[in-house]
């Protein structure tokens, strides 16, 4: 499959980079942007999440391997050591206020546990927490405490997906809105890095900006919900690769049940099995598969960017 790019937004603020804005990629696919690896399996193995209402929606992981996910459901954030298969709950639900966990992003350099926080109680989302709005909360990296809480601007904000550049500057997609949001270092609130009407939701009433990354050239990539996800609710994990304004993609693995992203350690891609859709569609009449997983996917040797 080749998938042409909407377009190329380029942008001389504070960094001097080219934002990507590739309609319809999930922001699992972002991860993959980053290296290149034949679609050749080896095994795929998983390690349960633990509660019953998890809705794994992100994962995230660090240069030890440990991995860190995201429960839209329960709420809080579920630390994996995948040497031993042990799943702990390493940021509690309701911690500095937080509610429902979508993206997740572990910053070494800060030793920050970056984390999307939103009310979704009202479909049964975490109800612990005493936000009502949507907001960026930091965690200590090895010990879970909160550090840091941010709310995003405006009434209907939708914090998704999380990314840091090499100067430590924190950046997000904003669902609700079209926009890109930044927090520079030492900054108590937000500012607009980028906006644009191509980040708006394809349809009324839907989503808009989901993921968001740094790729492997420099540029910062964000995607939007519409019909074309590396990780794909279907059940699909495919590779992609970007020649110039166009994508290429492969597929590498099937079989899973409507996964949600993805973290890369070494050889191992990690995809969380989110179910999100018996979630946030209530007519559903039959309950998600338990327990949530999280699946290894050995990758052949491949050549990193």
Known sequence: MRLQLASYLMLSLTLPIALGVAQGVDHAA???????????????????????????ESITSTSDGALFVGRVGNGGIVRVEPRTAKSTVFVQPGAAGSRSILGVF???????LWACSNDLSALGGAATGRDTVS??????????????????????????????????????????????????????????????QQFLPPREGAAGLDGIAFGSDGNLYVTTYVSFLLVEGAGTLDRVDIEGDEFKTASIHGGFRQPTS???????????????????????NSPPSLPFRIYAVSLSKGQTQ
């Open 30 to 56: 972002l991860v993959v942007l980053s290296f290149i690896v034949p679609a050749t399996i080896q095994k795929v193995e998983s390690i349960a999440v633990p509660g019953t209402k998890a809705f794994p």
């Open 106 to 112: 572990a910053d070494e350099a800060s030793n920050t």
């Open 135 to 196: 907001a960026l909360k930091g965690f200590d990296l090895k010990t879970g405490v909160g550090k840091r809480s941010v709310s995003l601007p405006g009434p209907h904000a939708y914090c998704n997906d999380i990314t840091v550049d090499s100067k430590g500057s924190v950046y997000i997609t904003d669902s609700a809105n079209p926009t890109v949001l930044l927090l520079s270092p030492g900054a108590t609130a937000f500012k607009v890095f980028s906006s644009s």
């Open 262 to 284: 993805l973290t890369r350690v070494h050889s191992t891609a990690w995809v969380t099995e989110g179910q999100l859709g018996f979630f946030f569609d209530r007519t559903h």
